[in-house]
């Protein structure tokens, strides 16, 4: 048994009309799960900000985290004016999470940051929130009614992006699953990036369902599977014994393999390349998939592998996870809460 303190919490596309999102992130708090992040991509969601401040109006306890935003659509200072806005309604439990852009870039013809303009767009926005002037062309510029810095969380899978958010951020967001050796190799560049400060919070992304079959579920997977192949994961992939090389890109899926707004479509694409076999696989090793029991067991490697904190995901980009919150929260949260201590996020 760990002694680490995790926070679990439960990812929300608002696909849908923001009141039914911020009910949903009331029950999930009813439920005990210790966050809220709410997705963000201005074509495929409704406004995370909106979603969030409504969310703040009618919970009192959940953290409320963007899940995660980007610089290239919003600026610095956008950024440092939204989050403040809903850290005045949630005063202590908003998260800023903070990512390269994907989803919300790529449609549209743009480029995902670089690390080097997120981390500098990090640094104008925490000045921003602490009330200091920063420069805007030939003059300085501050942001009127600053309340202070929020806890920034940054999405990172790749080794530098990881070292840098462990270097600069609280918390790192890592979407590579929740295998041990994925955890663990996500902790140490996490503390390498974090020599001489306070280790950052990590935040292990996973996909979610209990079911009684795997066999039978994990088909809905094969996306997912599919795009890590695509982005060149294939050393991701061989952890579970899954031989996939690069397929010929897929042009038919809209917006792409991971946000498909027909997922049906997607799953019968991707199983060109992706074989039954290998969606069990992956689902056995890098999700939470399978009976209450084998989650536990799995969330207990990763804890012990370092993670501090899950970030549980349906699969589903345009409907709530509102079969999540019930399951994990009746079945699996009450068990974590007796098998590893857990602080308010």
Known sequence: MTSSAVHVGVRFPPAGNVAEVAGEVARAERFGFDTAWIADSQLLWRDVWVAMGLAAARTERITLASAVT??????????????????????????????????SVKPIGLSPSTRAQLRTGLTEIRRLLDGDPVPAGNREVYLQGAGGRVPVHIAASGPRMVRMAGEVADGVLTLAGISPETVAKTVAAVREGASG??????TAGAFCALTDDVERDARVLKPICLHMATIGAQDFLRLAGIELPPPPPVPDVYPDMVHAVDWEDAITLASRYVSDEAAVRF?????????ADEIVEQAQHAVDAGATGFYLRHVGNYTLPSELITDFGEQVLPRLQRLVPRVAA
């Open 70 to 103: 980007n610089l290239v659509t919003r600026l610095p200072s956008v950024v440092a004016s939204a989050v403040n806005t809903v850290a005045e309604l949630a005063p202590g439990r908003v998260w800023l999470g903070l990512g390269t852009g994907d989803s």
């Open 197 to 202: 400060r306070a280790m950052p919070v990590v």
């Open 283 to 291: 689902a056995q090793t890098f999700c939470l998939f399978g009976t």
